[in-house]
Nanobody, 126 residues
Framework: QVQLVESGGGLVQAGGSLRLSCAASGRSFSSYGMGWFRQVPGKERQFVAAISWSGGSTYYADSVKGRFTIARDNARNTVSLQMNSLKSEDTAVYYC???????????????????WGQGTQVTVSS
């Protein structure tokens, strides 16, 4: 069992930056791939970024590539999402999620993830 708690959301102007954090508790955090997803009302939850258990591989949605950076610290059981050059279309609730290692080939599919946080709101004003 893994519990995930996101923080760092808020209101920012377009072009600004935010850093989201996800704190994990439970067993074997370092054995899980970690991902960030986002969701706006009335739409499906959308893949944003993911990182392998070791941190050696990262994956990004085309819409955020070059602007967002995912990182993890297995010693502190945390994963972060640095978001730069934010746009109004980045406005959403952002969720942290954990996937077992064997699910990593489907890292962009929300159904590959076993544990989810409660989400944190990010609002980008234009």
């Amino acid at each position: 069992q893994v519990q995930l708690v996101e923080s760092g959301g808020g209101l920012v102007q377009a072009g600004g930056s935010l850093r989201l954090s996800c704190a994990a508790s439970g067993r074997s955090f370092s054995s899980y791939g970690m991902g960030w997803f986002r969701q706006v009302p009335g739409k499906e939850r959308q893949f944003v970024a993911a990182i392998s258990w070791s941190g050696g591989s990262t994956y990004y949605a085309d819409s955020v590539k070059g602007r967002f950076t995912i990182a993890r610290d297995n010693a502190r059981n945390t994963v972060s999402l640095q978001m730069n050059s934010l746009k109004s279309e980045d406005t959403a609730v952002y969720y942290c999620a954990a996937a077992r290692a064997q699910s990593m080939p489907r890292i962009g599919d929300l159904r590959a993830y076993d544990y989810w946080g409660q989400g944190t709101q990010v609002t980008v004003s234009s």
